[in-house]
């Protein structure tokens, strides 16, 4: 695909047009504005309208049909947000997610029709896909790929490299009997099932990624080049069980420039999923891979999760601990029902009066380094701290 942008990346191009326009059903009763749920009936006449402005234009739609397409777009969008944040995620209408969709396809398409700076249009989408549920076969995706190549490319930073590592990564302090995690260097399938899959023992793989492109190409200037532009949520705090911890929408760029000095798919090809996970029951499709990225000292406080995990360190190294699910009572899980995968112990400085039995339980750790893929069983319980800038990769499967 050619870049036909401007120097601002805008998409004053009748051949962007055409390719975005292109992702859409060819004749409008394609465009069939089906919802998965309930929504009141005020809405269908806006997105009923908005669909024959972006119709009723043979070729680019001018800058008076944009305009209207863009205030449906707000009207749609500004509706459903209200509904999105009434209550519990949980209990949010898929149609009102697919209300918001369609309100920031309508907005996305908007801006390219009207020719402008393309920078809103991949943030509509990306707030889209972050907030909305997926309509016409994933169209914002689709979408936001299409627009990607046309923008400008963020030059990178003077001299800045991202494995610079910090040398005074404090020691990771030892309370009790800890045992360091075996290393192995890519075991056979068989020989990984039996030893680790099955009894569930935790194991640090070795050259097992070191064929991906990831472990050559990502750092944090190719991540403001890929992907400066796109919105993705951000955690903000230093652990989530603290008080002040939130969450953010913000530009991948804004997040690395303003912390560092969920769904970007260029990132995607650059992984693998490891051979390993065939030896699971579920389908390929069903992995959960989750990007852990942030600055040195990011702590995940001590938890557990439902799925076998391979956590694989592509830059930065991270101190890791893990304990038995057998020792879960001594790692004093939250009471509240959402916080129950979570110890209440800081389990690098724990307060040993109010969390005595912790002493008993013991635990197996290891500073993983670029190219490891740590084996996590289902269950274990894991304490995640970066030593510097960090960016790893986990696969769930079952
Ligand atoms: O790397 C981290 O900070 C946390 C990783 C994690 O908790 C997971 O992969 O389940």
Known sequence: MAATGSAEGASDSPALWAEVRALLPRAEEGLTLALSGEVEDCVLPLLRRARSLLYGAAGRPGAATAAALERLSDVLRDYSW???????????????RQVYAYGCLFGALAEVAAGRPLARAVRLCDLGLLMGASVLDNVLARLVRA????????????GARA????????????????????HLRCPSLEHFRDNYLVPQ?????????????CMKKWSVDYFCQVAGC????????????DEEWSQQLMTVSDFISQYIMDEIPELKEDISIPDYCCLGEGEEDDITINAWFGPGGTVSPLHQDPQQNFLAQVLGRKYIRLYSPQDSENLYPHESQ???????????????????????????????????????????????????????????WS
Not at 147 to 158: E, F, G, S, V
């Open 82 to 96: 209200e509904k999105l944040n009434a209550g519990p995620w949980r209990e949010v209408g898929k149609g009102w």
């Open 163 to 182: 494995q610079s590592v910090r040398p005074e990564a404090p020691p990771p302090c030892a309370v009790q009997h800890e045992e360091l995690i075996p």
């Open 230 to 241: 796109r919105t993705v949520p951000v955690e903000l705090g230093a652990r989530y069980t």
């Open 338 to 396: 959402i916080l129950h995968n979570t110890s209440q112990v800081d389990v690098e400085d724990p307060d040993l009066v109010k969390f005595p039995n912790f002493t008993k339980a013991a635990f197996q750790s290891c500073i993983l380094m670029p190219g490891q893929i740590l084996f996590i069983p289902v269950k274990y319980w894991h304490y995640v701290r970066s030593l510097e800038l960090s960016f790893s990769v986990s696969f769930w």
């Open 147 to 158: 627009l990607q190549p046309h923008l400008p490319r963020a030059a990178p930073r003077d």
């Open 201 to 213: 023992r935790p194991v640090v793989l070795e050259g097992v990624m070191d064929h991906w492109p």
